[in-house]
């Protein structure tokens, strides 16, 4: 996950990291709280052999191995699948062994998680397939907090920051207690980048701006600042609810001043799917996007469970 802990590798080898792992123990005790122990069944061997019943990707398995060991121990899981495979209409993804009255319990919880995680990747493989070299970022709008920027980085898109501590970031509310004198919005853009410590935090700092000037007045600042100490770190311009036109004009502006090569720019605010070509053609370096993770629909896989051996 770009600018904090890695969550672990796609492939499941590594592993997930402490922050993943805490944060997924957070989800899956909630969600076995709210079943309320579930109803009464046997102790009967069953398995539950679970399916796709739609074409995408899988995301979600270190999850799914949480909750069972955390909550259902005495189950077992046999993957056929792992996060970031393809599932087509009718392969099998897992099988889920143990007592029956765990396996009907842990059924709902762990189609929930699966389904809504591999739901956000397949889809953010799809903004990401059309994006070409434009990156598709996430952002802390989440739901399912570290649950969803994994989804979302198995699919191929970017996390952004995990938490407010990965990047110093100034927005619109920062500029007015950083800035109190400053004569005008750009003034106060200036003056609060040449107020960063770049020993600390040249490595990603992100400003918010809100129009062309601001920009202008961001990167000017912060390659003076970059200049005069030797460095050659980027700074991240969010480009606040300009659309894609008007961040095709800061681009444009920023190269002709000079600028754009101490900049990275990120589109937000109101992208949409289906204004993505525009964004690509807009000259950003990424967008960022909630509509990644948020009112996804979950991919469709069920659960047939048959009796043991």
Not at 61 to 88: I, K, Y
Not at 172 to 201: C, K, Y
Not at 228 to 235: A, F, N
Request: one cysteine or more; charged letters at 20%.
């Amino acid at each position: 996950m770009e600018g904090g802990e890695n969550a672990g590798s796609p492939d499941g080898s590594g592993g997930p990291s402490t922050l993943f792992l805490q944060s997924i123990d957070r989800w899956v005790d909630a969600m076995v709280a709210d079943e309320h122990g579930g109803g009464a069944s046997s102790d009967e061997a069953i398995s539950g052999l679970v399916r796709a019943k739609a074409a995408g990707l899988i995301a979600g398995c270190s999850a799914a191995d949480r909750l069972v060991s955390r909550h259902f121990s005495d189950c077992t899981l046999d993957w056929a699948v792992r996060d970031g495979d393809s599932v087509a209409i009718g392969d099998s993804v897992l099988t889920l062994s143990g007592p029956a009255a765990q396996v009907l319990r842990c059924e709902r919880i762990m189609l929930n998680l699966l389904g809504r995680m591999s739901g956000i990747a397949t889809y953010t493989a799809d903004w990401v397939g059309s994006a070409g070299s434009m990156g598709v970022a996430c952002t802390r709008k989440t739901e399912w907090g570290l649950l969803d920027k994994w989804a979302v980085h198995i699919g191929g898109g970017l996390t952004h920051r995990l938490s407010r501590a990965d990047a110093l970031m100034i927005k619109e509310n920062d500029l007015a207690a950083l800035t109190p004198d400053a004569a005008d919005e750009a003034s106060a853009v200036a003056a609060a980048v040449a107020g960063i410590d770049m020993d600390a935090d040249a490595a990603f700092t992100v400003v918010e701006v809100r129009d062309e000037a601001q920009a202008v007045a961001a990167a000017g600042a912060w390659a003076e600042a970059q200049v005069e100490r030797g460095g050659c770190e980027r700074i991240v311009l969010l480009l606040d609810n300009m659309g894609a036109n008007g961040c095709a004009q800061a681009h444009s502006i920023l190269v002709d001043d000079g600028l754009r090569a101490w900049c990275i720019l990120e589109g937000s605010g109101g992208v949409s799917r289906t204004e993505l070509e525009d964004w690509v053609a807009s000259g950003v370096d990424l967008i960022s996007t909630s509509a990644l993770n948020r009112g996804v629909a979950p991919l469709d896989l069920s659960m047939r469970v048959e009796g043991g051996d």
